[in-house]
T-cell receptor
Framework: EAGVTQFPSHSVIEKGQTVTLRCDPI?????LYWYRRVMGKEIKFLLH????????ESGMPNNRFLAERTGGTYSTLKVQPAELEDSGVYFC?????????????FGEGSRLTVL | GENVEQHPSTLSVQEGDSAVIKCTYS??????FPWYKQELGKRPQLIID?????GEKKDQRIAVTLNKTAKHFSLHITETQPEDSAVYFC???????????FGTGTKLQVIP
């Protein structure tokens, strides 16, 4: 069974540019989460999809961040325009059970560096 | 929403000693308590979890204890080894479709 895959693994962009991160969850996992880890600190929640619907996007920092999950399969997280403080590692996780009642399976993360 | 506090933020132990990390949570509806380990440059991975119908669960050198009355749970690592060095995160999901928030993480360093 393939795990959660994320692309790209590392992206370096200039301030003001746009970046799109992609996450492919484990097949059959309706729940998909985006998290961000900045400067080795806490894993901060961004948003939660149940299938194609945004269940909770309370962690999205501002309207420069846009997440989609068309068809309830893969998800994208777009940052436009990117700012310096957006740098960090963006993790995607998927789970079969809702609300984290079971294991979250994480991807390897996408490291974003904004210069 | 759920508030999860984790202590300590850093922990250094000699190889062979034990390590204990504690988390407290606020939502009494939480009934599932996982611990994740993130090694440097790798993805967080579940290492052990416990549900509220038991007070302790053990898997080789790691164990988790739960005190639902006091709303805290702890990760215990015995006979620590260098490969235990990592950042450990707890979570206490409120259940339903609510978001999963993590504790602030504990960086464990096992000194050979």
């Amino acid at each position: 069974e393939a795990g959660v895959t994320q692309f790209p693994s590392h992206s370096v962009i200039e301030k003001g540019q746009t970046v799109t991160l992609r996450c492919d969850p484990i097949s059959g996992h309706d729940n998909l989460y985006w998290y961000r880890r900045v400067m080795g600190k806490e894993i901060k929640f961004l948003l939660h999809f149940v299938k194609e619907s945004k269940q909770d996007e309370s962690g999205m920092p501002n309207n420069r961040f846009l997440a989609e999950r068309t068809g309830g399969t893969y998800s994208t997280l777009k940052v436009q325009p990117a700012e310096l403080e957006d740098s960090g590692v963006y993790f995607c996780a998927s789970s079969r059970l809702a609300g984290g009642a079971g294991e979250l399976f994480f991807g390897e993360g996408s490291r974003l560096t904004v210069l | 929403g759920e508030n999860v506090e984790q202590h300590p933020s850093t922990l250094s132990v000699q190889e062979g000693d034990s390590a204990v990390i504690k988390c407290t949570y606020s939502d009494s509806a939480s009934n599932y308590f996982p611990w994740y380990k993130q090694e440097l440059g790798k993805r967080p991975q579940l290492i052990i979890d416990i549900r509220s119908n038991v007070g302790e669960k053990k898997d080789q050198r790691i164990a988790v204890t739960l005190n639902k009355t006091a709303k805290h749970f702890s990760l215990h690592i015995t006979e620590t080894q260098p490969e235990d060095s990592a950042v450990y995160f707890c979570a206490a999901p409120p259940g339903g479709y609510q978001k999963v928030t993590f504790g602030t993480g504990t960086k464990l360093q096992v000194i050979p």
